[in-house]
């Protein structure tokens, strides 16, 4: 019986190391997304995040395509900070979580930051569709741009 218990608390623990450690992520993402601790969260981070029941996530093809572009140097590590910043933004935000709006927004913006970082250290990596979304999320826009993708609606 006490081994029971342990094992489930245990699985719990684990659960919230994961937790935290994708919150962790997302805003290491934001900050400084091609430092080597970064860079080393990111894959197990991405891989719980995409094989988990403990957050529900919808890749927005309408929010996703607007930074997938394949001439994008920078697309890959914009989308794994979409994805890793949505799960983020639900389990800082459990009574949100529904609010597909609000996470794809807090995803699109963890990706837009990233992009951000990147080229700071990389700037042939600059990219003028990205840099057009970068200025409408520093103007208070981008929140317009995500709702008209109707990544919510059934």
Request: a neutral charge.
């Given at each position: 019986?006490?081994?029971?218990?342990?094992?489930?608390?245990?699985?719990?623990?684990?659960?919230?190391?994961?937790?935290?450690?994708?919150?962790?992520?997302?805003?290491?993402?934001?900050?400084?997304?091609?430092?080597?601790?970064?860079?080393?969260?990111?894959?197990?981070?991405?891989?719980?995040?995409?094989?988990?029941?403990?957050?529900?996530?919808?890749?927005?093809?309408?929010?996703?395509?607007?930074?997938?572009?394949?001439?994008?140097?920078?697309?890959?590590?914009?989308?794994?900070?979409?994805?890793?910043?949505?799960?983020?933004?639900?389990?800082?935000?459990?009574?949100?979580?529904?609010?597909?709006?609000?996470?794809?927004?807090?995803?699109?913006?963890?990706a837009?930051?990233?992009?951000?970082?990147?080229?700071?250290?990389?700037?042939?990596?600059?990219?003028?569709?990205?840099?057009?979304?970068?200025?409408?999320?520093n103007?208070?826009q981008?929140?317009?741009?995500?709702?008209?993708?109707?990544?919510?609606?059934?």
């Amino acid at each position: 019986m006490l081994l029971v218990a342990f094992c489930a608390f245990s699985t719990v623990c684990w659960a919230q190391n994961e937790k935290a450690l994708t919150v962790k992520a997302a805003r290491a993402l934001e900050t400084d997304p091609l430092s080597d601790g970064t860079i080393a969260m990111e894959k197990p981070v991405l891989e719980w995040v995409i094989k988990t029941d403990e957050v529900n996530l919808i890749a927005c093809g309408g929010v996703s395509s607007l930074f997938s572009d394949k001439k994008n140097k920078s697309a890959s590590d914009m989308t794994a900070a979409y994805m890793i910043g949505m799960a983020a933004f639900k389990i800082e935000h459990p009574e949100s979580a529904k609010d597909e709006d609000a996470a794809q927004l807090a995803g699109a913006t963890t990706a837009l930051k990233a992009y951000t970082g990147i080229i700071k250290t990389k700037p042939k990596n600059k990219f003028e569709a990205i840099d057009a979304l970068v200025d409408k999320m520093n103007n208070n826009q981008l929140a317009d741009l995500i709702r008209a993708q109707n990544c919510g609606k059934k």
